[in-house]
Structure formats: C-alpha cells, structure tokens
C-alpha cells in the first residue's frame, strides 16, 4: 500500500508539500515541486514555508499558512512563488487537513502553477487597451477618406499617411500579444 501511495505522490502533476505547522520548516517535496521551483526536491526541505514566496507578499502568506494550519477540511488561496532561476509564478494554492506523526503535526498543501491566467489577463488588457488606440485612429481615418470629408489632396495624402502609420502600430501591437501566447 505505501508503494502504491508513493507512485501516487510522486507522480503528481501538482507541487505537493508537508511542513512542520509549529516550526513552518517543509518536511517533504515531491518530484513535482522541484519541477515548480526549478530545483531538486530536496532543495526544498528543510525550507521554511516562508521562503517560497516573494518578500513583499511575506505578511500574507504567514498569516495563509497560520489559517491553513489551524482550520480543519480543505482551504484555497492563491499566492506568487519564486522559482531558484527568480522567476515569479502564481499558484493555486490547496491546503489538506493537519495530521499528526510521533507527536508533531503537519499540514500539506498541493500547488498548481496558474501563471497563465496572469498572461491571459495581461492579453485581455492589451487587447482591450493596446490594440483599440491605433484601431479606433483606423477606423476614424478610414470613415473620412470613405465619406470624401477631405478636399483637399494634400490633406487627403497626410491622412493616408497617418492610416499607414496606425496600421503598422496595430500590426506591432498584434504581434506583441501574439508572443505572449506562445508557449514557453
């Protein structure tokens, strides 16, 4: 049964650690944690919980750890971790009931890198923010030229000018989101 449950630990795709809740030190990391923080497994235990994450996010994550490890059933938050490399990632944070071994209790929690939707709301952003500037100049230059409002043919060769340069603002801004979706 102990193999059993080993395989099922170990071959998580999720992050999954046990830390001491009096002293906040991490116990155990599976094959997937050290995957998250680009590391050994190893590298992590003997961690305090604490260093997993960012300073300045340091006050909150005390105060996550002391709720997860003082309430009963299954608890989510969501936090920013720092890899070994620095890299910053967001995770869905899901902590276990405590249990007891020989007299000391523990909490384990399981992370699931959710970076993504922080590139998915950066998108959304861009899109909404980045692409509609040169858009709605496109769209308004594109309505005079239509309309024939414009007379004058040296007034008439500066707007298409300005289309040109609206188009190429749009093409880079398309571009630009376009590189945050590729994968890593």
Same mark, same amino acid.
């Given at each position: 049964?102990?193999?059993?449950?080993?395989?099922?630990?170990?071959?998580?795709?999720?992050?999954?650690?046990?830390?001491?809740?009096?002293?906040?030190?991490?116990?155990?990391?599976?094959?997937?944690?050290?995957?998250?923080?680009?590391?050994?497994?190893?590298?992590?235990?003997?961690?305090?919980?604490?260093?997993?994450?960012?300073?300045?996010?340091?006050?909150?994550?005390?105060?996550?750890?002391?709720?997860?490890?003082? #309430?009963?059933?299954?608890?989510?938050?969501? @936090?920013? $971790? =720092?890899?070994?490399?620095?890299?910053? %990632?967001?995770?869905? /944070?899901?902590?276990?009931?405590?249990?007891?071994?020989?007299?000391?209790?523990?909490?384990?929690?399981?992370?699931?890198?959710?970076?993504?939707?922080?590139?998915?709301?950066?998108?959304?952003?861009?899109? #909404?923010?980045?692409?509609?500037?040169?858009? @709605?100049? $496109? =769209?308004?230059?594109?309505?005079?030229? %239509?309309?024939?409002? /414009?007379?004058?043919?040296?007034?008439?060769?500066?707007?298409?000018?300005?289309?040109?340069?609206?188009?190429?603002?749009?093409?880079?801004?398309?571009?630009?989101?376009?590189?945050?979706?590729?994968?890593?």
């Amino acid at each position: 049964m102990i193999n059993y449950l080993n395989s099922l630990v170990e071959g998580a795709s999720d992050a999954i650690f046990v830390a001491e809740i009096e002293t906040g030190f991490i116990t155990f990391a599976n094959a997937a944690a050290g995957k998250l923080f680009n590391c050994l497994p190893g590298d992590l235990i003997g961690m305090h919980q604490s260093q997993l994450h960012p300073i300045e996010e340091l006050d909150e994550i005390v105060q996550k750890f002391r709720d997860f490890s003082t #309430s009963d059933g299954y608890k989510e938050t969501t @936090a920013h $971790i =720092l890899t070994k490399t620095g890299e910053r %990632k967001l995770v869905l /944070i899901t902590g276990s009931n405590r249990f007891q071994i020989d007299g000391k209790k523990y909490v384990s929690a399981y992370f699931k890198d959710i970076s993504h939707v922080e590139t998915l709301q950066q998108i959304a952003y861009d899109q #909404s923010h980045l692409v509609r500037r040169p858009l @709605a100049n $496109i =769209l308004g230059i594109s309505k005079l030229l %239509k309309d024939d409002a /414009i007379s004058n043919e040296q007034e008439r060769k500066y707007l298409i000018d300005e289309l040109y340069n609206e188009a190429t603002k749009l093409d880079d801004v398309v571009k630009h989101v376009t590189s945050k979706t590729l994968l890593k």
